[in-house]
């Protein structure tokens, strides 16, 4: 069973960095990708960043390409986002994702389709003050 814990959420000011980690604890899947999401109250949870297991793809949503950067760390079985120049509309609730298969990671499918996903983390909260 796969149990992602994650954590490095916070409060910053626009233009600030954060980093998202994800400890995976449970079974391994090869051959899938893992990515977070991101939710703000009243709206739909969204694709941000996803990886395949192998760390050789990586996908981002327009809205944060060139700022957020998504890596993993087989060794210690971790997801990592790091976020750069923040922005406040990037304030949400941030979610793990594990599981989601190697053709809903390339076709794009993540971006907008949430039951792709096998299993979620708790969330972590992000804010972005002005």
């Known amino acids: 069973q796969v149990q992602l814990v994650e954590s490095g959420g916070g409060s910053v000011q626009a233009g600030g960095s954060l980093r998202l980690s994800c400890a995976d604890s449970?079974?391994?899947?090869?051959?899938?990708?893992m990515g977070w999401f991101r939710q703000t109250p009243g709206k739909e949870r969204e694709g941000v960043a996803i990886?395949?297991?192998?760390?050789?793809?990586?996908y981002y949503a327009d809205s944060v390409q060139g700022r957020f950067t998504i890596s993993h760390d087989n060794g210690k079985n971790t997801v990592y986002l790091q976020m750069n120049n923040l922005k406040p509309e990037d304030s949400a609730m941030y979610y793990c994702?594990?599981?989601?298969?190697?053709?809903?990671?390339?076709?794009?499918?993540?971006?907008?389709?949430?039951?792709?996903?096998?299993?979620w983390g708790q969330g972590t909260q992000v804010t972005v003050s002005s």
């Open positions: 994702a594990a599981r989601i298969s190697l053709y809903d990671c390339y076709s794009g499918t993540w971006r907008t389709n949430v039951r792709v996903v096998g299993d």
């Open positions: 449970g079974f391994k899947y090869s051959d899938t990708c």
């Open positions: 990886i395949s297991s192998r760390g050789s793809s990586t």
